[in-house]
């Protein structure tokens, strides 16, 4: 089988930088493996392993400047090819920064066909850092693949159908689909693993290939929204650290607080 | 000014027809209902599509939606999965731009909005100016719809094909409690080493007159307890007086759903556990020495 996994360079959460007024200053934010990407290549590994075939890493860098989260971006796939994917493809080009779901999609459909279409193309249900859940979707209907998002489990069938059990709000789906199909994953579905020293080493020589919107013959349509503010949620709080190792202390302690706050009745 | 809203399921789709009548004046909204569900008393409603189905399929929902689309200035549902894979489908067709669990909405004139959205984990927003047409799914409560209406008409549809076919359904058992209007929640995570174990925060919320939260993994990967138990993005948004995250390293997509709290009091051995940096007092100690005692100190001051 020929898997395609659509792997995100993102944001990294935990490493958010602000300015005093709170503006996000993105360009000094790390950009690292999307945590739920890490999943689907993981199930692409197994499914590989279980019914032969490739795993192709496909990447649209969506965050500037780009001369510096290029190497970034690099490596990030090397991150990708490290847990076992056969080769990478990354789109870099102005055009696509700072990314839109719309025309994100528009250009990994470009890159699909470029490289002869796959009978499988795996993603995280959202990346970690704009999640917004739609570039799967969006992918499915631009190539004329089916598509299932949220899945908790995915059983490829030796009858050209794959079998995906979703994971909804109130219940569990499990849906059909005719290959080609395009599948979003949870962080449920597997544990990724870790790439030892080794496969990291052997990761450099895969092959990782760069593309612009141009090699790639492809003209982004449709509208551009503008972005006017990036801002952090801030909620001041007291951080007040209390390193108390006897438990009856600390308990005391605890209670106190509690008191002192209005939670507890003095 | 047109708006399609999705209401799937209808219950929810009240803030969707929230945020279509906030786009103009007079909007005239049409409604693509699901379940079989034809009352929308609603201002600016002026025609329902009723599909008797439950459950269709995004891809089945995608296409009626592209039918119903023409002349369309927005797209609106609510932000729960099925839609918003539905609404995504239908956008990459026509060609637009869509913005997921909108939670503000500002009018601009010449055919743009202004709509912010949490990124990053729920950490931060970000605000976008968009042309027109657009599709948006959008927060719970953040858009009550006005009344009253009525004089829609109503259509009945059958659900086109779709590719995909859903084989299987296994509803997900909920313990009906509900954390999101609780004043006290005590939150567990995988510092808790058994499933048995939660009972030391059973009896902690009962003592507090409080209820059981819990990080992604209790829930969504171990199963120790339903998911509306979950605190976090994907989960339940919390807003009590005390939220006490115990065991809980403090990830941003599940302290972000507790930032309402207005005092959080975090338990961890770890003393470099990123939750400290949320908490407003943090105790580094094993919860396993610390509960017991707490517990017991807490039932004595209750009987005296």
């Known amino acids: 089988?020929?898997?395609?996994?659509?792997?995100?360079?993102?944001?990294?959460?935990?490493?958010?930088?602000?300015?005093?007024?709170?503006?996000?200053l993105v360009d000094s934010m790390p950009l690292a493996l999307s945590e739920y990407d890490k999943n689907a290549i993981e199930e692409a590994l197994r499914i590989r392993d279980a019914k032969g075939g490739k795993v192709v890493i496909l990447s649209a860098l969506t965050w500037g400047p780009l001369a510096k989260r290029q190497r970034e971006a690099e490596q990030v796939m090397r991150e990708a090819l490290a847990m076992g994917a056969d080769e990478a493809h990354l789109i870099v080009d102005e055009a696509l920064v700072p990314g839109s779901p719309l025309h994100t999609a528009q250009a990994l459909k470009a890159l699909v066909d470029k490289l002869g279409g796959f009978d499988l193309v795996l993603t995280g249900e959202g990346s970690m850092d704009t999640v917004s859940y739609q570039v799967a979707s969006r992918l499915a209907v631009l190539l004329d693949y089916s598509a299932a998002t949220f899945a908790r489990k995915i059983e490829v069938n030796d009858n050209g159908?794959?079998?995906?059990?979703?994971?909804?709000?109130?219940?569990?789906?499990?849906?059909?689909?005719?290959?080609?199909?395009?599948?979003?994953?949870?962080?449920?579905?597997?544990k990724p693993r870790l790439p030892t020293l080794l496969q990291i080493r052997r990761a450099m020589a895969k092959p990782l290939k760069k593309y612009t919107l141009?090699?790639?013959?492809?003209?982004?349509?449709?509208?551009?929204?503008?972005?006017?503010?990036?801002?952090?949620l801030r909620v001041a709080r007291k951080q007040v650290i209390i390193e108390e190792s006897d438990p009856a202390k600390a308990a005391e302690k605890l209670i106190e607080i509690l008191e002192n706050e209005g939670i507890l009745k003095l | 000014m047109k708006a399609l809203v999705l209401a799937h399921p209808a219950s929810q789709a009240g803030d969707a027809i929230g945020f279509a009548q906030q786009l103009g004046e007079d909007v005239e909204i049409t409604i693509v209902a699901t379940g079989g569900v034809k009352d929308f008393p609603y201002r600016g409603v002026t025609r329902i599509i009723s599909v008797g189905d439950a459950g269709p399929t995004p891809g089945q929902l995608s296409q009626l939606l592209l039918k119903h689309a023409s002349g369309v200035d927005a797209i609106v549902a609510p932000s729960l999965k099925d839609a918003t894979d539905a609404i995504a489908r239908a956008s990459a067709l026509l060609g637009i731009p869509m913005f997921t669990e909108v939670n503000k909405l500002d009018r601009s004139s010449e055919g743009q909005v202004t709509v912010s959205r949490p990124v990053v984990a729920g950490r931060a927003f970000v605000t976008y100016r968009t042309s027109l047409p657009a599709a948006f799914t959008v927060a719970k409560k953040a858009f009550p719809p006005q009344g009253p209406g009525g004089n829609a008409s109503v259509v009945e549809e059958q659900l086109p094909s779709a590719r995909?076919?859903?084989?299987?359904?296994?509803?997900k058992q909920f313990s009906g409690v509900n954390i999101e209007e609780a004043e006290v929640v005590v939150g567990v995570g995988r510092g808790f080493k058994r499933k048995e174990d939660l009972t030391l925060a059973e009896e902690l919320a009962r003592l507090l007159n409080g209820a059981v939260g819990c990080s992604r993994p209790i829930t969504a990967d171990l199963g120790w307890l339903p998911e509306d138990a979950w605190i976090g993005i994907s989960g339940k948004r919390i807003r009590p007086k005390l939220y006490m995250p115990i065991g809980i390293s403090g990830a941003p997509q599940h302290m972000s759903a507790a930032m309402d709290a207005k005092l959080i009091i975090a338990i961890?051995?770890?003393?470099?556990?990123?939750?400290?940096?949320?908490?407003?007092?943090?105790?580094?100690?094993?919860?396993?020495?610390?509960?017991?005692?707490?517990i017991e100190k807490l039932r004595e001051r209750k009987k005296a």
Do not use: C, W
Request: hydrophobic share 40%.
């Open chain 1, 214 to 232: 141009q090699d790639l013959g492809v003209r982004l349509e449709g509208h551009r929204p503008g972005v006017e503010e990036l801002k952090l």
């Open chain 2, 164 to 171: 995909e076919r859903r084989v299987g359904v296994e509803e």
């Open chain 2, 268 to 294: 961890n051995k770890d003393k470099g556990a990123p939750v400290f940096q949320y908490a407003d007092y943090g105790f580094v100690i094993d919860l396993y020495k610390l509960l017991p005692v707490f």
């Open chain 1, 1 to 24: 089988m020929n898997i395609a996994v659509l792997a995100k360079a993102s944001v990294d959460p935990n490493m958010v930088r602000a300015d005093s007024e709170g503006n996000l």
């Open chain 1, 161 to 190: 159908l794959v079998r995906v059990v979703r994971d909804l709000e109130t219940r569990y789906e499990t849906h059909e689909l005719p290959l080609p199909a395009v599948v979003s994953v949870t962080g449920e579905i597997n």
